[in-house]
C-alpha cells in the first residue's frame, strides 16, 4: 500500500501543472529544432525568434507565480557569468597629476581585443562572399537552437550599433546649434532640422549611388586617420590610469592618446566585423550576392549600419582632432604687432630677433587680432612710468630688454583679461539655469578634452531646447570664448601652482570667483611660478571658503560641512575647491583645572 502511494505521489509530481508547462516549452523547442533544419530564409528565424520570445514572457510569468527549478538554474547561470566579468573587468580613471608618474602598461585585455578583432576582419574578409548565409546552411544543420540563438545576438548588436550611429552625428549637430545660441546668436532649430535632413538625405543617395563596398572603405580611412593623430602633440601630464576590479593589482598608466587610439580601434574594428558578419557578401561581390535572396533581414540590417558607421566615426574622429589641435598644453607663442616699419631689411631683423625670444610678429598695414601686442615705432620716443597701449617705441629701444620685459607683461595682462571676460560670460549663462542634480561646477579651460564650464553631476533630465547631449557643458565651449594662447597662459599658471582643476560651489557668484582667479594671478607673479598654491593663499575673501584636496587614486573628498562633489571612481588631482563659507565655528576648549595646586613659571608657555 505504501509503495502504491509512493508511486501516486511521484506521478502527481511528474504530472503536476508546473511538469506540463516544463513539458510543453520542451516540445516547443523540440518542434523548433525540427522545423528549423528545413527553414530556408532568415524570415522564417524571425517567426521562430518570436515564438522564442513569446515562450520566454510566459516562462517569467509563471516562474514568477510558482518558481520553475530550470528557470531559476538559467538565472543562476547567468549571474554567475555576470559575476564573472564583473570581477576581471577594469576600472579606468584620470590621472591629471602625472608626478609621481606611474608605470606605464597597456591592459592585456585591450591588447588580445584588439588582436582577435584584426584576424577575425581577416577571416571575414576572406571568406566573405560565403558570409552569412554560408554559415547558416551549416548551423542550421547542426544545431538550429544554437545557430537562432548567435543570429538573435547579432540582430540586437546591429540594432544597438545602428541606434548608436544614428544619434552621434544628430547629437554632434545638436550641440553646435545649442552652443552657438547660447552664445547671443538668434535660435535657429529649423536650421538645424535642414542640417540633419541634409545629412541623412546624404547617405540615402549615396548609398542608392556608390558601390556597398564604399562604406567599409570609409570605416577603414576613418581608423587610419585616427591612428595618424597619434602625431599630433598634446598634453603628456594627462594619462588614463586602470586596474583589475576587485583585486590587489598595482595601478597602471596608459597615455592619453594611447587610450583613446586603442578604444576608436576596438570600436571600429568591431562594427567592421558586425558588418561583414552581416552582409559580406552583398558588400564585397559585385551586384549584391546570394545573402540577400537567403537572409533579407540580416543583410538589410547590415547594410544600414554599413552606411550609418562612417559618418558616426567620422564625426568622432573630427572631433578628437579638433580638440587635439586646440590642446592648450601645446606652445602657444605670443604675437608683437608693429606699426611703422616700412623697410623690408628691417622688418626680417625683427623677425629673427624676436623668433629668438619665442615670439611672432605681424606688421601693419595687416590688421592686428584681440591677444596681440601692439608697438608705434616713432623716432625720439622715450618710456616713462605711464605707458598707454599702443606703446609708442623708437626703433632702438624696442630691441632693449626693458622693453622686452614690459611685452612680456603687456601679454599677461590681456590674456587675463580675455579669460576673465570669457568665464564672466559662461557663468552668466549658468545663471540662466535651474539645476536639480549636482552642488557646483567644473572650471577647466586649460584641458582641451574638457570643452565648456559643465556641472559636477549631469540632470537626470535631458533639455533638449537648451542643453547639449553629449559634451553636456552650459554655454559656450570655451574654444568659442578663450583662445588657445588664453588658455595656455592659465594652463602654464595651473600648473605652477600644481592646480588640476576647480570647483565652484553653488550660490558663488562670479565676483568671488573673480577675486580667488586674482589671487591665483598674485601668487605666480610673486613666486614665478615656483611655488605651488595652498589654501592659506587664499583666506580673506569673504563670505567664501578655498579647501585644495590631493585626491589620490581612491581618495575622495570628505567633510561634514562642505558637499562633496562626484569623482571618477579612480584618478589623481589636486582640486581647488570654492565654496561658500559655512562660517563653522568650533566648540571653545576650556583648559583643564589642576588640583594639584603646584605653581607655574610665569613665562612658561
Excluded at 283 to 302: H, Y
Amino acid at each position: 500500500m505504501e509503495l502504491l502511494t509512493r508511486t501516486w505521489r511521484d506521478l502527481r509530481r511528474l504530472l503536476g501543472a508546473d511538469a506540463w508547462f516544463t513539458y510543453g516549452v520542451v516540445a516547443i523547442l523540440a518542434t523548433l529544432e525540427v522545423v528549423g533544419h528545413r527553414s530556408e530564409s532568415d524570415i522564417h528565424d524571425a517567426l521562430s525568434a518570436a515564438v522564442l520570445a513569446l515562450l520566454a514572457v510566459l516562462a517569467m510569468s509563471r516562474h514568477r507565480q510558482a518558481p520553475l527549478g530550470w528557470v531559476n538554474a538559467i538565472l543562476t547561470f547567468a549571474q554567475r557569468v555576470r559575476a564573472f566579468f564583473q570581477v576581471r573587468a577594469l576600472d579606468i580613471g584620470v590621472d591629471l597629476r602625472g608626478t609621481p608618474p606611474l608605470p606605464q602598461a597597456t591592459p592585456p585585455k585591450i591588447v588580445w581585443s584588439l588582436a582577435g578583432l584584426v584576424l577575425c576582419s581577416l577571416v571575414l574578409l576572406m571568406v566573405g562572399d560565403l558570409v552569412p548565409q554560408g554559415f547558416r546552411a551549416v548551423a542550421t544543420r547542426v544545431l538550429y537552437l544554437g545557430y537562432l540563438a548567435v543570429l538573435l545576438g547579432l540582430w540586437v548588436a546591429l540594432m544597438i550599433c545602428t541606434l548608436v550611429a544614428i544619434v552621434i552625428p544628430a547629437a554632434m549637430i545638436h550641440d553646435v546649434f545649442i552652443s552657438r545660441a547660447s552664445d547671443g546668436l538668434r535660435s535657429a532649430r529649423q536650421f538645424e532640422f535642414t542640417c540633419l535632413g541634409i545629412y541623412f538625405a546624404g547617405l540615402l543617395l549615396a548609398a542608392s549611388i556608390l558601390p556597398p563596398w564604399v562604406p567599409l572603405a570609409m570605416c577603414g580611412v576613418a581608423l587610419l586617420v585616427n591612428l595618424l593623430t597619434i602625431a599630433v602633440p598634446s598634453n603628456p601630464d594627462v594619462s588614463f590610469v586602470w586596474r583589475y576590479r576587485n583585486s590587489e593589482t598595482a595601478v597602471r598608466c596608459i597615455p592619453w592618446g594611447k587610450w583613446v587610439t586603442c578604444e576608436f580601434s576596438v570600436l571600429t574594428l568591431a562594427t567592421i566585423n558586425l558588418i561583414l558578419l552581416a552582409c559580406g557578401s552583398s558588400l564585397l561581390l559585385t551586384g549584391g550576392g546570394p545573402a540577400q535572396d537567403a537572409m533579407p533581414i540580416t543583410t538589410g540590417l547590415g547594410l544600414v549600419l554599413a552606411w550609418l558607421a562612417p559618418g558616426a566615426l567620422g564625426a568622432l574622429v573630427m572631433q578628437a582632432l579638433l580638440g587635439r589641435l586646440r590642446d592648450p598644453a601645446r606652445s602657444c607663442r605670443p604675437v608683437l604687432h608693429v606699426t611703422g616699419a616700412e623697410k623690408a631689411e628691417y622688418r626680417e631683423s625683427l623677425r629673427k630677433f624676436f623668433d629668438r625670444r619665442g615670439w611672432d610678429v605681424r606688421f601693419a598695414p595687416t590688421a592686428p587680432e584681440a591677444l596681440d601686442v601692439r608697438v608705434v615705432l616713432t623716432e625720439g620716443a622715450v618710456l616713462g612710468p605711464e605707458l598707454r597701449w599702443p606703446l609708442a617705441v623708437s626703433p632702438e629701444a624696442l630691441l632693449t630688454k626693458e622693453t622686452a620685459e614690459r611685452l612680456i607683461r603687456r601679454d599677461e595682462i590681456q590674456k587675463r583679461r580675455r579669460l576673465v571676460g570669457g568665464l564672466e560670460r559662461l557663468f552668466k549663462c549658468a545663471a540662466r539655469h535651474t539645476f536639480k542634480c549636482g552642488s557646483g561646477f567644473w572650471v577647466a579651460p586649460h584641458y582641451w578634452f574638457i570643452p565648456g564650464l559643465s556641472r559636477d553631476t549631469q540632470e537626470e533630465e535631458l533639455n533638449l531646447a537648451e542643453g547639449t547631449v553629449l559634451s553636456g557643458i552650459i554655454g559656450p565651449p570655451y574654444h568659442r570664448l578663450l583662445p588657445r594662447g588664453v588658455r595656455h597662459h592659465m594652463y602654464r599658471m595651473l600648473r605652477s601652482l600644481q592646480i588640476d582643476l576647480i570647483f565652484v560651489e553653488d550660490g558663488v557668484g562670479f565676483k568671488r570667483f573673480c577675486k580667488i582667479l586674482r589671487l591665483m594671478f598674485e601668487v605666480y607673479d610673486m613666486y614665478g611660478g615656483r611655488r605651488r598654491a595652498d589654501e592659506i593663499h587664499f583666506h580673506g575673501v569673504p563670505g567664501t571658503r578655498v579647501l585644495i584636496h590631493e585626491f589620490q587614486l581612491s581618495e575622495p573628498f570628505k567633510s561634514e560641512v562642505y558637499p562633496e562633489p562626484d569623482y571618477e571612481n579612480l584618478g589623481r588631482a589636486r582640486i581647488l575647491h570654492i565654496f561658500r563659507d559655512r562660517g563653522e565655528q568650533k566648540d571653545r576648549l576650556e583648559a583643564p583645572r589642576d588640583s594639584s595646586h603646584m605653581p607655574a613659571p610665569s613665562m612658561a608657555r
